[in-house]
């Protein structure tokens, strides 16, 4: 009997997904655990793999957004008899349709209608996240030649449109004109979770640390030829994991009628990408080396700024990091990730003044800020914490 596929919830939260396009085609052998589509969620594009052996033998939905449960293929062995009729379609967003694969004869014809050129009345063909990327870039899809199958616009094709220069002939918006930019999904989930971090009763302490012994370390890691570099986040990321698993109190997670502690510091860091924030986790920071800190972290930010993370690697963080420094800010306060009990923004290194014994002496600063959820933090419960990191930045032998 043939295996029904079901979109599957990716991550919490996930209520459904649009699929991008499928990696094998019907009739197609197909092994379990193969790489069979890819599915566009909030955060993430990525490749999703089959719950089953043999061969597809429908595909139910084509493309589009599909709810979480919804049956989009049937896998069996070759020869098996399926139903005439496939599970309907997901619904379309309006003024948006996306092309559907329905019951056989009927719907192939709706599905082979040629794009238009601009000049005729046919329907445009492109995949989901190719008419995202248009309007969030502001492409016209009907400008472009496609170069997916049967002539689909595919995201690539938007990406180079966007990439190469305007016309030199292009007429200048008028002056003063609003530009009106549709949310992506992205940005309608970072709005939503920022509003849930609005409510919970935060607070903010801050300190400043000295870089001395910091900066020494991590240049002697760079003199070992150590690649990727380490960089000073990383090193942070190191001395903040052994001081959460001093202070577990602030390595946990509000759950309403609950703190949990957690026993691994599985540290988060922000990372600014053209879709949006994101924040991608590296596991058991306490058990890794900062060379080691270097090369997760290079990974995960190459990802996230390539669109080829998974939804594994933003889940389960413990504790956030911020850092501004690169751009010049000297300090700034992050908003909470809940449910996170804590996150840590860190500001720039400074040369600054600073009187020691009596002389005056030019020392490198850099301010953090702690933001905690005072449901699962106290304010002294937060400046232990912040003390212990300020010691293990000007003492890292004692974290390390």
């Given at each position: 009997?043939?295996?029904?596929?079901?979109?599957?919830r990716?991550?919490q939260?996930m209520?459904?997904?649009?699929?991008?396009?499928?990696?094998?085609?019907?009739?197609?052998?197909?092994?379990?655990?193969?790489?069979l589509?890819?599915?566009?969620?909030?955060?993430?594009?990525?490749?999703?793999?089959?719950?089953?052996?043999?061969v597809?033998?429908?595909?139910?939905v084509?493309?589009?957004?599909?709810?979480?449960g919804?049956t989009?293929?049937?896998?069996?062995?070759?020869?098996e008899s399926?139903?005439?009729?496939?599970?309907?379609?997901?619904?379309?967003?309006p003024?948006k349709?996306?092309?559907?694969?329905?019951?056989p004869a009927?719907?192939?014809?709706?599905?082979?209608?040629?794009?238009s050129?601009g000049?005729?009345?046919?329907?445009?063909?492109?995949s989901?996240?190719?008419?995202?990327?248009?309007?969030?870039?502001?492409?016209e899809l009907?400008?472009?030649?496609?170069?997916?199958?049967?002539?689909r616009?595919?995201a690539?094709?938007?990406?180079?449109?966007?990439?190469?220069?305007?016309p030199?002939?292009?007429v200048?918006?008028?002056?003063?004109?609003?530009?009106v930019?549709?949310?992506?999904?992205?940005?309608?989930?970072?709005?939503r979770?920022m509003?849930?971090a609005?409510?919970?009763?935060?607070?903010?302490?801050?300190?400043?640390?000295?870089?001395?012994?910091?900066l020494?370390?991590?240049?002697?890691?760079v003199?070992r030829?150590?690649?990727?570099?380490?960089?000073?986040?990383d090193?942070?990321?190191?001395?903040?994991a052994a001081?959460?698993?001093?202070?577990?109190?602030?390595?946990a997670?509000?759950?309403?009628d609950?703190?949990?502690?957690?026993?691994?510091?599985?540290i988060g860091?922000a990372?600014a990408?053209?879709?949006?924030?994101?924040?991608?986790?590296?596991?058991?920071?306490e058990?890794?080396?900062?060379?080691e800190i270097?090369a997760?972290?290079?990974?995960?930010?190459?990802?996230?700024?390539?669109?080829?993370l998974q939804?594994?690697?933003?889940?389960g963080?413990?504790?956030?990091?911020s850092?501004?420094?690169?751009?010049?800010?000297?300090?700034f306060?992050?908003?909470?990730?809940?449910p996170?009990?804590?996150?840590?923004?860190?500001?720039?290194?400074?040369?600054?003044?600073?009187?020691?014994?009596?002389?005056v002496?030019?020392?490198p600063?850099?301010?953090?800020?702690?933001t905690?959820?005072?449901?699962?933090?106290?304010g002294?419960t937060?400046?232990?914490?912040?003390r212990?990191?300020?010691?293990?930045?000007?003492?890292?032998?004692?974290?390390l």
């Amino acid at each position: 009997m043939a295996t029904e596929i079901k979109l599957p919830r990716l991550g919490q939260g996930m209520e459904s997904g649009t699929i991008v396009r499928w990696l094998k085609s019907e009739g197609e052998p197909v092994e379990k655990g193969e790489p069979l589509y890819e599915l566009d969620t909030d955060k993430v594009t990525q490749e999703v793999e089959a719950d089953a052996s043999g061969v597809l033998l429908r595909i139910a939905v084509e493309e589009g957004e599909v709810e979480v449960g919804r049956t989009i293929a049937l896998i069996g062995q070759e020869g098996e008899s399926v139903p005439d009729e496939a599970p309907a379609p997901a619904p379309e967003e309006p003024a948006k349709p996306e092309a559907k694969r329905a019951a056989p004869a009927a719907q192939t014809l709706q599905q082979t209608v040629a794009r238009s050129d601009g000049r005729g009345g046919g329907r445009i063909k492109a995949s989901p996240l190719a008419r995202r990327i248009a309007r969030e870039r502001g492409v016209e899809l009907s400008s472009l030649q496609g170069t997916g199958p049967e002539g689909r616009i595919v995201a690539e094709d938007v990406e180079r449109a966007a990439a190469a220069p305007a016309p030199a002939a292009a007429v200048p918006a008028p002056p003063f004109e609003a530009e009106v930019v549709p949310l992506t999904s992205l940005r309608r989930t970072v709005a939503r979770r920022m509003t849930e971090a609005w409510q919970a009763p935060a607070f903010q302490i801050s300190t400043s640390a000295d870089m001395t012994r910091a900066l020494a370390i991590r240049a002697r890691l760079v003199e070992r030829g150590d690649t990727p570099k380490p960089t000073i986040s990383d090193l942070l990321t190191k001395v903040s994991a052994a001081a959460l698993m001093r202070h577990r109190e602030v390595n946990a997670l509000y759950e309403g009628d609950a703190v949990r502690l957690l026993a691994s510091a599985d540290i988060g860091m922000a990372v600014a990408t053209e879709r949006g924030l994101l924040v991608p986790v590296i596991r058991g920071c306490e058990r890794l080396t900062i060379p080691e800190i270097a090369a997760a972290r290079a990974d995960l930010v190459e990802r996230a700024r390539s669109g080829k993370l998974q939804q594994a690697d933003l889940e389960g963080g413990s504790f956030t990091i911020s850092n501004l420094g690169m751009y010049g800010v000297e300090q700034f306060v992050a908003v909470l990730n809940p449910p996170q009990a804590a996150i840590l923004a860190v500001g720039a290194v400074q040369e600054t003044p600073v009187a020691r014994d009596g002389a005056v002496e030019i020392r490198p600063l850099m301010t953090m800020t702690l933001t905690c959820d005072h449901r699962s933090v106290d304010g002294a419960t937060a400046a232990d914490f912040l003390r212990t990191l300020k010691t293990f930045l000007e003492e890292p032998g004692l974290a390390l």
